[in-house]
Structures are given as structure tokens and as C-alpha cells.
């Protein structure tokens, strides 16, 4: 079945710091993916898609993100986070198939000072 | 500027009670969802649409119903609210076509159902 599955409920970095988020996915095929950002009390907005082609794929505010089909992952990497970084991030698959997405349980993510 | 609303922002209901969320999209898009988040769930789909006229069942449906009379609103109506329904809910819409897959969101709906 397809499936997404983010690892770490909660990561906390220090401001400053590199970052990664990881993603696992279980897909056959290739698939689209998608990292998404909720901030407080907001609604989520996209922060990059990946659609077959260039494996790293680039989004807002120095995110980016690399899709390896050998390890089914779409990790979100970002070299020195800001404070306003601190969200939950979420990361979806499209099954092609439909119009819907499978969603991550998404990581929340804690700067420090 | 493009953009997915819902109203109300905060809601009260008592269980038993008739509640309706709306939804407007100026996006143009084809493609509308409702979701509820939880902690603990992410995500997940209740209901969405293809069109004017066209509602389907997501993963959890039940106890939901869903109307799309235009392409700009789609409403989600819980005929019967209970406490178990109390969450936040997210509307949100997609083009389809080649970028079918991408959604936009909303602001939320928070639901307390007592």
C-alpha cells in the first residue's frame, strides 16, 4: 500500500544550524512528492514538489529537497535555519492515480537560540 | 489575490446540532478537499470534489456530508455533530491537469463539539 511515513515527530535545532527532515515513502513507481509547511495556527502551504526529472528539487526560504528512488526518500534539507523556521513539515505523495494525496504525520520542528 | 477562505474561523456546536463549514476558492481551480487534522493523524481526507455537482468519499466519511454547488465553494455538513468530530478542519483546492497533485489551503475551521 502506498504510504508515507516521517520518522521524527519532533526535531529541535539550533538557529543557525543545517536541518534535515526525513521522508520515506512507499510507492510503485516513480512519484510526485510534495514537502508542505504548516506554521502556527495557519494553514499549510506548499514548500516544494518533486515531478520526475532533476532529483534535487529546490522550494522557498533556502529549502530544498533531494528524491532517491533507491532509498524511497524525499528528505527536506535547509543549510542554516532561521528562527521563523520553527513549523511542522509535512511531506505527501500523489499516487498518480487520483487527485488526492497520502500524507506524512508530519515532523515539528524547534529552534533554538 | 488567489486564495482559499473559510468561515466560520471558531466553532461551537452542541452535539446533536447541525453545523456547516464553508469553503471559497478564487483559484479557478477543479479540484476541492476537506481534511481534519488531529494530532497524532496528520491529515486526513474526509471528502472532496471534481467540479460543480461532484462530491466523493475520502478515507474516513463517515458522518459527513459534503456540497459542491459551484466551482468557488464546497461545504462540509455534519448533520449530527458529536465530540469526536471536534478538530480543525482544512479546506483546500487543486488545479489538476499536469499539476494535478498540488493543493492550497486554507486557514482552518477549529470545531469543538461539546
Known amino acids: 500500500a502506498q504510504s508515507v511515513t516521517q520518522p521524527d515527530a519532533r526535531v529541535t535545532v539550533s538557529e543557525g544550524a543545517s536541518l534535515q527532515l526525513r521522508c520515506k515513502y512507499s510507492?510503485?513507481?516513480?512519484?510526485?512528492l510534495f514537502w508542505y509547511v504548516q506554521y502556527p495556527r495557519q494553514g499549510l502551504q506548499l514548500l516544494l514538489k518533486?515531478?520526475?526529472?532533476d532529483p534535487v528539487v529546490q522550494g522557498v526560504n533556502g529549502f530544498e529537497a533531494e528524491f532517491s528512488k533507491s532509498n524511497s526518500s524525499f528528505h527536506l534539507r535547509k543549510a542554516s535555519v532561521h528562527w521563523s523556521d520553527w513549523a511542522v513539515y509535512f511531506c505527501?505523495?500523489?499516487?498518480?492515480?487520483?487527485?488526492?494525496?497520502?500524507w506524512g504525520s508530519g515532523t515539528k520542528l524547534i529552534i533554538k537560540p | 489575490e488567489a486564495a482559499v477562505t473559510q468561515s466560520p474561523r471558531n466553532k461551537v456546536a452542541v452535539t446533536g446540532g447541525k453545523v456547516t463549514l464553508s469553503c471559497n476558492q478564487t483559484?479557478?481551480?477543479?479540484?476541492m478537499y476537506w481534511y481534519r487534522q488531529d494530532t497524532g493523524h496528520g491529515l486526513r481526507l474526509i471528502h472532496y470534489?471534481?467540479?460543480?455537482?461532484?462530491?466523493e468519499k475520502g478515507d474516513i466519511p463517515d458522518g459527513y456530508k459534503a456540497s459542491r454547488p459551484s466551482q468557488e465553494n464546497f461545504s462540509l455538513i455534519l448533520e449530527l455533530a458529536t465530540p469526536s468530530q471536534t478538530s480543525v478542519y482544512f479546506c483546500?483546492?487543486?488545479?489538476?491537469?499536469?499539476?494535478?497533485?498540488?493543493?492550497?489551503f486554507g486557514p482552518g475551521t477549529r470545531l469543538t463539539v461539546l
Open positions: 483546500a483546492s487543486g488545479p489538476g491537469g499536469v499539476n494535478y497533485a498540488e493543493q492550497f
Open positions: 470534489s471534481y467540479g460543480a455537482g461532484s462530491t
Open positions: 518533486y515531478y520526475p526529472g
Open positions: 510507492y510503485f513507481g516513480t512519484p510526485y
Open positions: 483559484n479557478n481551480h477543479n479540484n
Open positions: 505527501a505523495v500523489s499516487p498518480h492515480s487520483n487527485y488526492q494525496l497520502i
